[in-house]
Nanobody
Framework: VQLQASGGGLVQAGGSLRLSCAAS????????MAWFRQAPGKEREFVAA???????YYPDSVKGRFLISRDNAKNTVYLQMNSLKPEDTAAYYC????????????WGRGTLVTVSS
């Protein structure tokens, strides 16, 4: 599966952005999907995941502010980001795996999100 993320940009603190990740292939609905981010000089960080059957997972750092969703008809996964903070500034990457795989093996190019204070 090939992934293409979009929707990044510059936003003020407290604002919102919605990221999209378009996937190729006819079996998108069978993949678990996730978003990760990496800020300059920092480790890659898990942001959100949605399983093939709709289960969602978030770390405490974004819980209540970010919402992951998917539209299988459009082969797209979304990340709605609200109440953005300067510390959310990072390159955001979407990733995919099959339910039987332990790690995410398919990655798209990042989309940059910059939150100004």
């Amino acid at each position: 599966v090939q992934l293409q993320a979009s929707g990044g940009g510059l936003v003020q603190a407290g604002g919102s952005l919605r990221l999209s990740c378009a996937a190729s292939g006819r079996t998108f609905s069978s993949y678990d999907m996730a978003w990760f981010r990496q800020a300059p000089g920092k480790e890659r960080e898990f942001v959100a995941a949605i399983s093939w059957n709709g289960g969602t997972y978030y770390p405490d750092s974004v819980k209540g502010r970010f919402l992951i969703s998917r539209d299988n008809a459009k082969n797209t996964v979304y990340l709605q980001m609200n109440s953005l903070k300067p510390e959310d500034t990072a390159a955001y990457y979407c990733a995919a795996k099959t339910p039987t795989e332990a790690g995410y093996g398919y990655w798209g190019r990042g989309t940059l999100v910059t939150v100004s204070s």
